[in-house]
């Protein structure tokens, strides 16, 4: 029997940035900035509601797969059904790693870095090229799992909080912008940008990711020695609270900067562009470098836990054909997809988001409850099926508009908007959630099943 190891505060250190490195990407720079700047004098409220969504449910996402400790998304997920974990492990992982979280580390940096010094008419041969390079560099760093901490966690993340830092020391303390943020007492200001800060938090996916790259950080926790299931529980909670803490911070600062550039410019169609100008502001052309290499470093440790959790998931639930296979197809098809346009992943990735960070909300809660309520097939099968009801609805309502104009499409919604309250708002799925959970948890316990788990480690 192997001797159970003892993580050091340095191997903490390095997890906590691994998984901060995997993160932190494309959507973390540039939906944070343009938030503060549709925000304004209301950045706080709206600052909350994003936390929420994008620091505590990544946070809470990690905490799930600790409580019930599952191997993967597929194993968080199983007690839903064999049918449900296999839809929800191939539709996120297929959202993250091929369809618009994976592409979109690509297309982001050469938005911002490379397609402001091109014409137009060498945007697609531009993109071609750009978008081959960063995914074979991608492909290359992520083929050996057993480095991938090296990579992210101890090369390729200090260099970009190293960037950031700088950035914020500029901006906040050398010029002293910070005297210039602003705040309002406008009750409805307050409400509406806190809902839609906890919505715009979706854009970022890191829920949906923290499903995923906890089977990450439970295999390089394997490789640094923890064998013991309860060991690793506890280590995946205290590397989680470092890296997501850390987030919080930045985003805390990324939307304050947001709100100070409207002294200066006016409200972007995007953050990459608002990131770009608040650059240009504070450093000139040295800002664009530095911006440039900053989103380069976010989106390549982004793209890298993509690939990887993606490939290692699908590795586990398939092991005949395992890691390596899956590796090499993911990556090309987020190749395939980046050339697209990053408009045309933005339009479409809407509605898929919100079908399925319901679900994941769902997944995430019965995970933290799983003390008390254990893996109770008729919990899971109640909450989820209430869930998706709302769900898929919301998805139908964040069409692009030429799907949505369409009368079946067009009665459906105003059938929702009229009967299912705060769907207009996007939390539609709240009350339909909590029916569904306590409806389940009544079931489950008139049946007389034992809802405490029985948790021994399992190596």
Not at 182 to 197: D, E, H, M, P
Request: hydrophobic letters at 55%; proline letters at 4%; aromatic letters at 12%.
């Amino acid at each position: 029997m192997s001797t159970q190891a003892k993580l050091t505060k340095r191997q903490y250190l390095t997890l906590g940035s691994l998984l901060f490195g995997m993160f932190f990407g494309a959507g973390n720079l540039i939906f944070p900035i343009h938030m503060g700047q549709l925000a304004g004098a209301a950045w706080l409220p709206a600052a909350i509601g994003f936390l929420l969504s994008a620091v505590l449910l990544p946070l809470l996402s990690i905490m799930a797969i600790s409580l019930t400790r599952a191997s993967s998304m597929y194993d968080l997920t199983r007690p839903a059904g064999h049918g449900f974990a296999l839809f929800f492990l191939l539709a996120t992982h297929a959202s993250l790693g091929l369809l618009i979280a994976s592409p979109r580390t690509a297309t982001v940096t050469y938005a911002i870095g490379i397609a402001p010094f091109l014409n137009k008419g060498q945007q697609q041969i531009g993109l071609l090229i750009f978008s081959f390079i960063f995914f074979l560099i991608t492909f290359l760093l992520a083929r050996n799992e057993s480095k991938i901490t090296t990579y992210i966690g101890k090369l390729l993340n200090p260099l970009l909080l190293l960037l950031l830092a700088i950035i914020f020391f500029w901006a906040l303390l050398i010029k002293g912008d910070i005297r210039a943020i602003s705040f309002t007492a406008n009750a409805k200001l307050i409400t509406g940008n806190l809902t839609n800060g906890f919505l715009q938090g979706y854009n970022t996916m890191d829920a949906l990711a923290g499903l995923g790259f906890g089977v990450t950080i439970i295999t390089a926790l394997k490789l640094m020695g923890l064998h013991h299931a309860s060991s690793r529980a506890k280590a995946v909670a205290k590397v989680g609270s470092l890296a997501m803490g850390l987030e919080a911070l930045i985003y805390i600062l990324l939307i304050m900067l947001g709100a100070i550039s409207l002294g200066f410019s006016k409200i972007t169609a995007n953050g990459g562009t608002a990131f770009n100008q608040i650059m240009t502001h504070y450093t000139g052309l040295i800002g664009t470098a530095l911006l440039g290499a900053m989103t380069l470093l976010a989106c390549l440790t982004t793209a890298i836990g993509l690939v990887t959790s993606f490939s290692q998931d699908l590795g586990h639930r398939f092991p005949k054909l395992g890691y390596h296979f899956f590796l090499p197809i993911t990556t090309i098809g987020a190749f395939l997809i980046a050339n697209f346009g990053l408009d045309q992943i933005i339009a479409y990735s809407t509605p898929i988001l919100m079908l399925l960070y319901p679900l994941a909300i769902a997944l995430i809660m019965l995970g933290l409850l799983h003390p008390w309520i254990g893996k109770n097939t008729r919990i899971y099968k109640t909450t989820i099926g209430f869930t998706l009801v709302p769900a898929l609805l919301d998805a139908i309502h964040a069409l692009p508009t030429s799907l949505a104009q369409l009368p079946f499409f067009a009665a459906i919604q105003h059938f929702a908007t009229t009967f299912i309250p705060w769907f207009s708002v996007g939390m539609g799925f709240v009350p339909f959630l909590i029916i569904g959970f306590l409806s389940g948890l009544a079931a489950a316990k008139l049946s007389g099943a034992k809802l405490a788990p029985d948790l021994p480690d399992p190596e």
